[in-house]
Structure formats: structure tokens, C-alpha cells
């Protein structure tokens, strides 16, 4: 098992499951992906390699990720030749490509646009994810709540002053249907914590409990709160995103259908 291999299967499983949202429940979405990686990893033990070839030809015997979720549920099995099947892609081009033709960016804006710049396709292409100024056109245009509490959570980091609507951006964040549990919970949680625990270090001299937080919050609290909500845009950006593609990509779909 490689890198390489490995992310091939989780890219799959990661198309299954955008297929699967809105569908079925989230457990028993679940519950299909653990069984589909099971499979997976039967066909990978029998095979004579584990290398990228041989993972791409399993993965293209269950089909693509939008067939195998309509044969699951319809019980119909698809025609494969209906679908758009693209010649193997040659050997040189395993190579990820340098970063001025679309491969992996260097230093923080690789944080911003997640593990790489290019996406491995089960078709054997590569496709070039867009920046960070399109990822967030995208993220406006079909993942607005997203998108504006990320930008709350900016506006709370670079400018101490408007933290009072970190409030409306953690409630976006709690309602979101794009981030998880966790996503939550870091979203929301970790900029009270941080909040909390800068205050708790201020080294200021107060009699009272009331003025201890007056004095507190905004001298260290508040920073805290800001830098911590930055950390959090790293942290939720590349899903929703990923999402905000997705949905690009299905939209662009319906078109030429």
C-alpha cells in the first residue's frame, strides 16, 4: 500500500459518498462506504500488485461513483458504455505536475486549497482544482452560508473590534449542512476556548470576578477569540470548498446532459 494507491480509494469513496448525500441517511452512508472499502481492500489483497495501475483497474470494475450509487439503489445495473470512458492516461504522466502547470502549491496557499492542486480522476486523468480566488467565487455561488461565515471568522481575525459578529458566524457554522460534528464543535468551540484560556493568562490586576472579564476579555480574550478563528478558516475552508465544486462540477453536468 502507498500514498499514491491509498488516495486513489479515499478520492473514490469520497465521490461515493457526495453521490450518496441526500439519499440515504448519514448512517447508513455511513455504513455503505465501510462495506465499499471492505471490498476494496478484498480485490486489493487478491491482486498480484498493489500500485496505482492495478488500484485504478479495481476501482474501474465497480463502475463510476454515480453509476454504482444508482445500481445500489435501483437495483438496475447501468450500461457502461453509456458512460464517458477515457482512454488510460501513459506512464510519464504519474508525475505530478510542477506548480506552474497545475500541480501541488507551495507554502500557506497549499493550506488553503487542501492536500494537492491536481485531482487524480478515475478515468485516469488529471484535473486542475481552481485557486483560492476561485475556490471562493465558487463557495459564495453555491455554498453561500459557508462562505459568509468564513468570512465573519476572517473579519473577527484581522479585526478585534467587529468580534461581536463572531456570534452570527458560529451559527452559521453550527447550521451548516456541508461541515460535520466536528467540524462544528472546532468551529464553534475552539475560538470559545481559545477566548476563555486567554483570559485566564491575562496578567492584569483585578479585585473582581466583573472586573476581571471587563479588563480581560478585550486586552487578551479577544485576540485570542480572533487568531483562533483564523486557525479555524484553514481548518473548514478546503471541505466546503470541495463541496462548492462538487456541486460546480454537477451543475456543469446537468448542462450537457
Known amino acids: 500500500m502507498t500514498q499514491r494507491t491509498e488516495q486513489l480509494v479515499l478520492d473514490y469513496l469520497s465521490d461515493v459518498g457526495l453521490a450518496l448525500h441526500g439519499r440515504v441517511t448519514a448512517k447508513e452512508r455511513t455504513a455503505y462506504l465501510t462495506s465499499l472499502r471492505a471490498r476494496i481492500d478484498e480485490r486489493r489483497r487478491a491482486a498480484d500488485a498493489d ?14 461513483p454515480g453509476h454504482l450509487v444508482e445500481e445500489e439503489l435501483t437495483g438496475k445495473a447501468l450500461d ?3 458512460d464517458e470512458m477515457i482512454p488510460a492516461k501513459p506512464r510519464h504522466a504519474d508525475r505530478p505536475p510542477p506548480p506552474w502547470r ?15 492542486q491536481t485531482e487524480m480522476r478515475m478515468d485516469g486523468r488529471t484535473t486542475r482544482k481552481p485557486g483560492v480566488t476561485r475556490n471562493g467565487l465558487l463557495l459564495f455561488r453555491y455554498r453561500a452560508p459557508e462562505a459568509m461565515a468564513l468570512a465573519m471568522f476572517v473579519l473577527c481575525g484581522v479585526w478585534w473590534d467587529a468580534a461581536f459578529v463572531w456570534v452570527l458566524g458560529a451559527v452559521l457554522v453550527v ?4 461541515w460535520n460534528t466536528l467540524d462544528k464543535w472546532v468551529g464553534a468551540g475552539l475560538p470559545i476556548l481559545a477566548c476563555v484560556l486567554g483570559m485566564v493568562l491575562w496578567d492584569g490586576d483585578a479585585k473582581f470576578i466583573d472586573v476581571y472579564i471587563q479588563q480581560a476579555l478585550p486586552a487578551t480574550g479577544v485576540p485570542a477569540l480572533g487568531i483562533a478563528s483564523l486557525a479555524c478558516v484553514f ?20 448542462d450537457y446532459s
Do not use: M, N, W
Not at 103 to 116: A, N, R
Not at 175 to 178: A, H, K, T
Not at 237 to 244: E, G, N, T, V
Open 51 to 64: 500500485d496505482v495501475d492495478t488500484v485504478r483497474g479495481i476501482l474501474r470494475g465497480f463502475g463510476a
Open 102 to 116: 497545475g500541480g501541488p502549491s507551495q507554502g500557506i496557499l497549499s493550506l488553503l486549497e487542501g492536500p494537492g
Open 235 to 254: 481548518y473548514l475552508f478546503p471541505k466546503a470548498a470541495r463541496s462548492a465544486r462538487a456541486a460546480d462540477r454537477a451543475g456543469t453536468a446537468s
Open 175 to 178: 447550521l451548516s449542512q456541508v
Open 80 to 82: 457502461l458504455e453509456d
